[in-house]
């Protein structure tokens, strides 16, 4: 190309973006956010141009509201989906509301390619303090998380989403994750997935829930030799979680008012299982204790339907007679008007080749979750029983170490792809 082509080249460009520019001036200010942004993304890239699906029709307003999806055993006690996956990123540079329009095509587009509901696809996106303070330079509506006990020295994640996907179908939430930070080709979907030109993907974690799952993955470390996890049991620990009458409701759960009516907040908490001397050093009879409480018997806990009777009211006599209280015990003390403060979404993991638990907490206002957690530390126990310390005899405290925490907002369903962000209510009425 000569000289001359180059220079003619460079006139015809500067003369149409003159031309965007002056369009875009003409149609007022609003309308040169709306033209930049789908043009342009982290330090002046690109963004792909990305058309948004219509809404997937007779979905719920609130993304947690996955209850009604889900089969229950024959006592009303909902069953989980059997796997979970947890994708953390980070927002690439400063936002525009074109982010929002690229992120909120991928969901709307999974939304459309598969049910909604656990022999589907369920998922949330919660924002972090971090997105609110660190992105938007504004309050954020949730304190960062911290550390909630003197025995643990957790990791406070710095993340600024946190997408929480589940299904009866592990391999899917794979194809998923691809799709999402690869845009690789996901069966069943059409539209556009890849969300790697605003968000950066930073981490991955991944679990499941369910009778069987636990005993055919227990060949990890933290679980000692010789297949101690029974057969039926849902979780590592060998006992039933997330009966009816300990969880609260997703209403009771979700925010009422303000501007994130209809969300809700999620904790997530990443643990490592020591289960070792659960299972080597501990009898049957002694793990009920811990888990439930020491006046509760084998017997007893085997058939627990709807609710663990693990009474609080007797937690004196637990820590003057018996040395011990029960996880199920000191956690119910945590309750309004006699029902839990939070919805458990929790799931095992053999991330890094070690058995774990991934966490997950729903609830109105995190300060739900640190009165819960609060409650379960038992100090009030340990002053009044020298044998009963923050880790031993105390519940499940003993077996569990907290390596990471952080909270999230999950705002609801129409204002999930980067709430509060200015603009972004125009780039997606389009």
Not at 223 to 250: C, T, Y
Request: one cysteine or more; charged letters at 20%.
């Amino acid at each position: 190309m000569s000289e001359a082509d180059r220079a003619r080249g460079r006139a015809g460009l500067t003369r149409r973006r003159f031309l965007i520019g002056a369009s875009a001036v003409a149609a007022g200010g609003a309308a040169i956010g709306v033209g930049l942004e789908r043009a342009l993304g982290q330090n002046g890239k690109s963004l792909p141009a990305v058309a948004l699906p219509a809404p997937a029709p007779g979905l719920p307003g609130s993304q947690h509201a996955w209850g009604a999806t889900l089969s229950a055993d024959r006592y009303g006690n909902t069953i989980a989906p059997r796997f979970d996956r947890l994708l953390l990123f980070d927002v690439n540079g400063n936002p525009t509301p074109g982010y929002a329009r690229v992120l909120e095509a991928a969901l709307r587009t999974l939304e459309r390619a598969f049910p909604w509901g656990p022999s589907g696809l369920l998922f949330t996106a919660g924002w972090s303090p971090d997105y609110f303070e660190r992105v938007l330079r504004v309050s954020s509506p949730i304190p960062r998380a911290r550390r909630l006990s003197d025995f643990e020295l957790p990791t406070i994640d710095t993340y600024d989403l946190c997408l929480h996907f589940a299904s009866n179908d592990e391999q899917r939430l794979a194809a998923v994750e691809a799709a999402l930070i690869h845009g690789a080709p996901l069966p069943g979907a059409s539209g556009h997935l890849d969300i790697s030109r605003v968000l950066t993907w930073r981490e991955t974690r991944t679990g499941f829930t369910g009778a069987g799952l636990p005993a055919a993955r227990q060949h990890v470390g933290g679980i000692p030799a010789g297949d101690p996890v029974p057969r039926s049991a849902p979780l590592f620990m060998g006992f039933k979680s997330n009966l009816k009458r300990n969880q609260a409701s997703e209403d009771a759960v979700t925010i009422a008012a303000g501007p994130f009516a209809g969300g809700t907040t999620m904790h997530v908490s990443y643990m490592r299982l020591r289960l070792d001397s659960w299972y080597r050093d501990l009898s049957h009879r002694e793990r009920v204790a811990r888990m439930y409480a020491p006046q509760v018997t084998p017997r007893e806990a085997a058939h627990f339907t709807t609710d663990a009777k693990s009474d609080p009211n007797l937690l004196d006599q637990a820590i003057t007679r018996y040395g011990v209280v029960g996880h199920a015990q000191t956690s119910a003390r945590a309750r309004r008007a006699g029902k839990p403060l939070i919805l458990r979404r929790d799931f095992n993991t053999v991330d890094s080749g070690q058995a774990g638990l991934h966490f997950v907490a729903l609830q109105r206002a995190i300060e739900d979750f640190v009165t819960t957690r609060t409650a379960m530390n038992a100090a009030s126990a340990q002053l009044r029983n020298p044998a009963i310390t923050g880790t031993v005899n105390n519940g499940i405290n003993e077996f569990m170490f907290v390596l990471k925490r952080a909270n999230y907002i999950l705002p609801p369903r129409s204002d999930r792809s980067f709430p509060l962000l200015p603009g972004r209510a125009g780039t997606l009425a389009e």
